[in-house]
């Protein structure tokens, strides 16, 4: 490209900051009348033009912090104290302390650091001078050193270095901070350019075509500036939802697809419904504070007939079974708790079922539950949960497979395999696995079964096959988002935000 085609593709931010660009980005902005941001738009652009390159690095930088702007202003501590004892030669300590006007941690500080550097001596309670004349008047190291400041880090020099060391025990006297330097090198054709744009007339340059223009004729003469139509623009970043809330909306467009009605719940919920409603028993470990979040304040039953006829389940079991064999107490059940899965909602669904007469629905939940996990890589004390249940007389542990490999394979995972496993509230029941084609492994994903008589028969009236699953949802987005620690799924790092993309097709 021509130097005279770049100069007429130079917008007035670029023209302006042109003449300046040997000088400090500070200079730049004072001589150019621009404001930092708007300078460092204009530096960009005439990097794309190939004007200027741009160069940055970062320093670490030890300034004043908030106690050492007030000390560089009325002395240090010391230099106060020393100031008072020179006057008097000895004096008593509670005297000095009420003299120097310094609170309990600075007369302290003000007391080691003078018998650190022998000035002073401590008997009977009082304070005695040691400094000869000279050493009272001279400037200590720190002194000269908070009187240098800002410095950086690397140039340091052994004195200052002692100085540091000896401030940074002390609390806010300074700081150190990482700060961005940019640097320019101009182009040869940068230069070039900047000797030839020196000729330009501003007056003459056109940015826009107004009617204005049109109608008085004002465009003859003048000259348009060209449209800059290759050189590359700033990434624009606009507002989108979070990518969880991405992958949520997307599972809830899977079900309601499949034809599945949502269930609604709180987050807060009994013991009732979290467990004894699913046939847990009551001293099963999960119902330990070391796994459960407990919330002050007992929860409301639902009616008599419910609560009893689940009682009767754990205690001595429905037809053909025989409970847990214990004495089931109403008092756990009415713990209140944050839910430890979604399942609970699957619970009183059921019920809701039986209060409308309904004999069949096909039911989904997508939503947060609470476990008292350990943080790492791969758990966290919150996470989502997707849960469906399929009440129907017909149902079979077949459709339920395949449903679950129908949701699994929307969400881009094509290879799914189930292995028989336990749960309290399921027979038969099983767990399903999904293959990571990049880690070349597979991931445990979700548990499943069909309800047992002691969780239907006392929620719905009767036994009815309810094919039933709960998966852990968190670990299917961070595949599909490729993120590899859990953690960064709720630290909102804007960049990390910006970049992720959904990833399934």
């Given at each position: 490209m021509e130097t005279k085609e770049i100069i007429e593709k130079l917008s007035p931010m670029e023209r302006k900051v042109l003449p300046y660009l040997e000088e400090s980005l500070e200079k730049i902005g004072e001589k150019s009348g621009l404001d930092p941001t708007s300078v460092l738009r204009a530096l960009e652009f005439l990097k794309n033009k190939d004007v200027v390159k741009i160069k940055e690095k970062t320093e670490k930088i030890v300034d004043l912090d908030v106690n050492g702007i007030l000390y560089k202003k009325k002395g240090l501590p010391e230099r106060n104290l020393l100031n008072i004892i020179a006057e008097k030669k000895t004096i008593d300590l509670e005297e000095a302390k009420k003299q120097s006007g310094l609170n309990e941690n600075e007369f302290k500080a003000a007391l080691g650091a003078l018998k650190k550097k022998a000035l002073i001596k401590l008997a009977n309670g009082k304070i005695l001078l040691e400094a000869k004349p000279e050493e009272i008047t001279k400037k200590s190291l720190e002194e000269q050193f908070l009187d240098s400041l800002p410095l950086n880090l690397e140039n340091l020099k052994p004195e200052q270095k002692f100085a540091l060391d000896s401030l940074k025990k002390r609390k806010n006297i300074i700081t150190v901070e990482e700060k961005k330097i940019i640097t320019l090198e101009i182009t040869s054709l940068g230069k070039k350019i900047m000797a030839s744009s020196k000729d330009i007339d501003?007056?003459?340059?056109?940015?826009?075509?107004?009617?204005?223009?049109?109608?008085?004729?004002?465009?003859?003469?003048?000259?348009?500036?060209?449209?800059?139509?290759?050189?590359?623009?700033?990434?624009?970043?606009?507002?989108?939802?979070?990518?969880?809330?991405?992958?949520?909306?997307?599972?809830?467009?899977?079900?309601?697809?499949?034809?599945?009605?949502?269930?609604?719940?709180?987050?807060?919920?009994?013991?009732?419904?979290?467990?004894?409603?699913?046939?847990?028993?009551?001293?099963?470990?999960a119902r330990e504070l070391?796994?459960?979040?407990?919330?002050?304040?007992?929860?409301?039953?639902?009616?008599?007939?419910?609560?009893q006829a689940?009682?009767?389940?754990?205690?001595?079991?429905?037809?053909?079974?025989?409970?847990?064999?214990?004495?089931?107490?109403?008092?756990?059940?009415?713990?209140?708790?944050?839910?430890?899965?979604?399942?609970?909602?699957?619970?009183?669904?059921?019920?809701?079922?039986?209060?409308?007469?309904?004999?069949?629905?096909?039911?989904?939940?997508?939503?947060?539950?609470?476990?008292?996990?350990?943080?790492?890589?791969?758990?966290?004390?919150?996470?989502?949960?997707?849960?469906?249940?399929?009440?129907?007389?017909?149902?079979?542990?077949?459709?339920?497979?395949?449903?679950?490999?129908?949701?699994?394979?929307?969400?881009?995972?094509?290879?799914?395999?189930?292995?028989?496993?336990?749960?309290?509230?399921?027979?038969?029941?099983?767990?399903?696995?999904?293959?990571?084609?990049?880690?070349?492994?597979?991931?445990?994903?979700?548990?499943?079964?069909?309800?047992?008589?002691?969780?239907?028969?006392?929620?719905l009236g009767k036994y009815v096959p309810v094919l039933a699953w709960g998966m852990g949802f968190d670990r299917l987005v961070m595949q599909n988002f490729g993120v590899k620690d859990m953690r960064d799924m709720y630290k909102n790092n804007l960049t990390q935000l910006r970049e992720l993309k959904f990833l399934v097709k």
């Open positions: 501003e007056s003459k340059m056109l940015e826009k075509l107004t009617p204005e223009i049109i109608k008085n004729k004002s465009w003859r003469g003048k000259k348009f500036r060209r449209y800059d139509i290759i050189s590359p623009l700033p990434k624009i970043s606009g507002g989108k939802r979070h990518f969880v809330n991405q992958a949520t909306d997307y599972a809830r467009k899977i079900w309601t697809e499949m034809g599945f009605e949502e269930m609604p719940g709180d987050l807060i919920t009994s013991g009732f419904w979290n467990f004894d409603a699913l046939y847990t028993p009551q001293d099963h470990p070391h796994d459960t979040f407990f919330i002050a304040g007992n929860s409301e039953l639902p009616e008599k007939k419910i609560v689940v009682k009767q389940a754990h205690e001595s079991g429905t037809e053909g079974s025989k409970g847990w064999r214990y004495s089931w107490k109403e008092d756990d059940a009415e713990k209140t708790l944050l839910r430890t899965h979604t399942t609970c909602l699957s619970a009183q669904t059921l019920v809701k079922l039986r209060e409308q007469g309904r004999k069949k629905g096909k039911f989904f939940s997508v939503g947060k539950c609470f476990r008292n996990e350990t943080v790492d890589w791969s758990h966290g004390f919150e996470f989502n949960q997707t849960e469906g249940i399929v009440v129907d007389e017909n149902a079979t542990l077949p459709n339920l497979l395949g449903y679950l490999k129908a949701f699994l394979k929307k969400m881009g995972f094509e290879k799914v395999r189930f292995r028989p496993h336990y749960f309290p509230y399921t027979e038969p029941s099983v767990e399903a696995d999904v293959y990571d084609e990049k880690a070349k492994r597979w991931i445990e994903v979700l548990g499943a079964g069909i309800f047992r008589p002691e969780v239907t028969e006392p929620l």
